[in-house]
């Protein structure tokens, strides 16, 4: 594995953690998406994340600052993957705009580069084809908090090359994660298989007004001694991403308990500017959510 530029497609929530961890393991790294407006937000996002390392890492502020600046950024796709030796795309999941993406990338990447989706839900075969190198075509899942919750998922699809599956396992590996190779393709890897029912259950028991944030976080938390309940988790993963994959179900399914739970996500709180952790205000407000405060398992 001798990858050096790195290119990280979509600067939400974990695209920025993706770009930052590469360039603090010192890869350049270059970040794309849609507009200036969104890279302006990747920025402050970005640094954002440095009081995190600082915090849980003791990592001092000089290479902090020396891992930022190994970051570039930049609306121009064919600009931002011009010298890609690696791409992980983190953008929306939502099939048909991976589709345009890897048929936009296919045509303006170098012939050498190799392609990872860090799609939570979505199998790698599904867009294998739009990005017209199959061969060189993986996922590569991580993590929120990936500084810390160092999982790497690295899952080919049958048409991919053995050469870069473990060239992909060599570079999580090298950015600091724990490599967890997949064989085969599995929807929700080994993560999101056990973690993405749970969540589900716990939306729908609030959707369908069986218990509120607070009550169904406490039970999980106590009933498991897990530090943070479903809704505590979701803040983290953002509200949007959630909404994505719910939205995708219902219309998948036609399942009215999916509608209305999409429903839910987006009035009261994707239009209401709620996506969790990142605004400051999801299921909890931050940076003192309930959860974490004194009693919060005691009353």
Do not use: C
Request: glycine share 6%.
């Amino acid at each position: 594995m001798n990858y050096q530029n790195i290119t990280v497609a979509g600067s939400g929530v974990l695209g920025s953690q993706i770009a930052y961890q590469t360039a603090y393991h010192g890869f350049h790294v270059f970040v794309y998406d849609i507009n200036e407006e969104a890279l302006d937000k990747a920025k402050e996002r970005i640094s954002k994340l440095k009081s995190g390392y600082q915090e849980d890492l003791g990592t001092a502020e000089a290479d902090l600052d020396a891992a930022y600046d190994r970051i570039s950024f930049s609306s121009d796709l064919a600009e931002a993957a011009a010298n890609a030796d690696l791409v992980i795309e983190a953008i929306p999941e939502v099939v048909d705009i991976k589709t345009k993406f890897y048929n936009q990338l296919g045509e303006v990447a170098p012939e050498y580069t190799v392609f990872a989706t860090n799609s939570s839900t979505l199998l790698p075969s599904q867009f294998a084809e739009a990005t017209g190198r199959p061969e060189k075509f993986l996922a590569l899942h991580f993590a929120n908090e990936i500084w810390k919750n160092n999982t790497a998922e690295i899952m080919k699809h049958a048409g991919t090359d053995n050469k870069y599956f473990e060239e992909v396992i060599e570079f999580a590996k090298a950015i600091g994660m724990v490599a967890l190779p997949l064989q085969k393709e599995e929807p929700g890897y080994i993560l999101n298989s056990l973690l993405v029912p749970l969540l589900d259950a716990a939306e729908l028991l609030l959707s369908n007004e069986v218990a509120d944030v607070e009550t169904i976080d406490k039970t999980w938390m106590i009933a498991t001694g897990a530090p943070k309940g479903p809704f505590a988790i979701l803040d983290v993963v953002g509200i949007t991403t959630s909404y994505n994959i719910v939205k995708a179900k219902a219309d998948k399914t036609g399942d009215p308990q999916f509608k209305k739970l999409a429903e839910l996500l987006k009035t009261e709180y994707i239009d209401k500017g709620k996506l969790g952790t990142a605004t400051g205000e999801g299921f909890y407000t931050y940076p003192n959510p309930s959860y974490e405060q004194p009693g919060f398992l005691d009353n």
